[in-house]
């Protein structure tokens, strides 16, 4: 009799393991909403200077990296140059630095109305796996506003320290926030103010 109870109460216990290891577990895992995957920040950036510009300054552009490489974009700018960059890792920065000096061999010729206009844009937008418009922002500006300028070496200095050196430091983050995951900062800076 007492075999019989003991299978008995062997066979009942592993009929409630048993049990107990087929039954669905609860979790917080099945309450959590994956966010959208991050691919890369992508981004186009230009400078544009006209024609009186080239010909009295020396301008000169360097785009940095997130990784520190630093990539010029020249030194003459026709309408229309542009950079495209992009970064893998969060956060990034990217910096625009554009310095000016005045050409050696420029002369102003006498009773010329000379217009100084240079002008930047950019476009940055954060690229993932989601099934919508990514997020993105863009603008454009002038470091030096269309207009007529005199052009005497001592007014011309002093046009370009009114403006120059001039960067754009561009910031993309996550934010943590399901609803709007990334940001997108622009700052405008007038370096030495």
Request: aromatic share 8%; glycine share 6%; net charge negative.
């Given at each position: 009799?007492k075999?019989?109870?003991?299978?008995?109460?062997?066979?009942?216990?592993?009929t409630?393991?048993?049990m107990?290891?087929?039954?669905?577990?609860?979790?917080?895992d099945?309450?959590?909403v994956?966010?959208p995957?991050?691919?890369?920040?992508?981004?186009?950036?230009?400078v544009?200077?006209?024609?009186?510009?080239?010909?009295?300054?020396?301008?000169?552009?360097?785009?940095?990296?997130?990784?520190?490489?630093?990539?010029?974009?020249?030194?003459?700018?026709?309408?229309?140059?542009?950079?495209?960059?992009a970064a893998?890792e969060?956060?990034?920065?990217?910096?625009l630095?554009?310095?000016?000096?005045?050409k050696?061999?420029?002369?102003?010729?006498?009773?010329?109305?000379?217009?100084?206009?240079?002008?930047?844009?950019?476009?940055?937008?954060?690229?993932?796996?989601?099934?919508?418009?990514?997020?993105?922002?863009?603008?454009?500006?002038?470091?030096?506003p269309?207009?007529?300028?005199?052009?005497?070496?001592?007014?011309?200095?002093?046009?370009?320290?009114?403006?120059?050196?001039?960067?754009?430091?561009?910031?993309?983050?996550?934010?943590?926030?399901?609803?709007?995951?990334?940001?997108?900062n622009?700052?405008?800076v007038?370096?030495?103010?």
């Amino acid at each position: 009799m007492k075999i019989k109870n003991l299978f008995r109460s062997c066979l009942l216990m592993a009929t409630a393991l048993c049990m107990a290891a087929t039954l669905p577990s609860c979790s917080d895992d099945d309450d959590e909403v994956a966010g959208p995957k991050f691919h890369k920040v992508e981004g186009l950036i230009g400078v544009e200077a006209n024609a009186d510009c080239r010909d009295a300054f020396k301008l000169k552009t360097v785009l940095t990296q997130p990784d520190g490489e630093q990539v010029s974009m020249g030194t003459e700018f026709a309408l229309g140059s542009m950079k495209t960059f992009a970064a893998f890792e969060l956060p990034a920065t990217f910096t625009l630095e554009m310095t000016a000096e005045p050409k050696a061999g420029f002369t102003p010729e006498e009773g010329k109305d000379y217009n100084f206009n240079v002008k930047y844009s950019y476009e940055v937008s954060v690229v993932d796996d989601r099934d919508m418009m990514p997020t993105s922002v863009s603008e454009s500006g002038s470091v030096i506003p269309s207009g007529s300028y005199e052009t005497d070496p001592e007014s011309i200095k002093g046009l370009l320290q009114l403006y120059f050196p001039f960067k754009l430091v561009i910031t993309v983050k996550a934010t943590g926030n399901s609803q709007d995951p990334y940001s997108i900062n622009v700052e405008k800076v007038r370096i030495g103010k």
